[in-house]
Nanobody
Framework: QVQLVESGGGLVQAGGSLGLSCAAS????????MGWFRQAPGKEREFVAA????????DYADSVKGRFTISRANNKNTGYLQMNSLKPEDTAVYYC?????????????????WGQGTQVTVSS
């Protein structure tokens, strides 16, 4: 069982930046693909960014490409999502997810483990 804990959410003005972290309990964190998803009130969960287990592949939703960056520090068992140039439409609960030896896919159903989420609110 892998536990994921997100942190770093908060309130920021439009145009600002936030950095999210995802701390994993996995002993072999480097063997897990990592994904970030978000869910706004009244909307379905949507894909934000993902990185394959070996770090060789990253993918971003069109809506965040060029503004968000996914990364990981395997020696710290932690994944990151750096969010720049934030917009009010980025307001959502952000979740990290892990998939053992995953390819870093966009579909949430491939991810076995999920964090509890962290709220990001962007004011206009």
């Amino acid at each position: 069982q892998v536990q994921l804990v997100e942190s770093g959410g908060g309130l920021v003005q439009a145009g600002g930046s936030l950095g999210l972290s995802c701390a994993a309990s996995a002993r072999a964190f480097s063997t897990y693909a990592m994904g970030w998803f978000r869910q706004a009130p009244g909307k379905e969960r949507e894909f934000v960014a993902a990185m394959s287990w070996n770090g060789g592949r990253t993918d971003y939703a069109d809506s965040v490409k060029g503004r968000f960056t996914i990364s990981r520090a395997n020696n710290k068992n932690t994944g990151y999502l750096q969010m720049n140039s934030l917009k009010p439409e980025d307001t959502a609960v952000y979740y990290c997810a892990a998939d053992h030896y995953g390819a870093g896919l966009r579909e949430g159903r491939y991810y076995e483990y999920w964090g509890q989420g962290t709220q990001v609110t962007v004011s206009s």
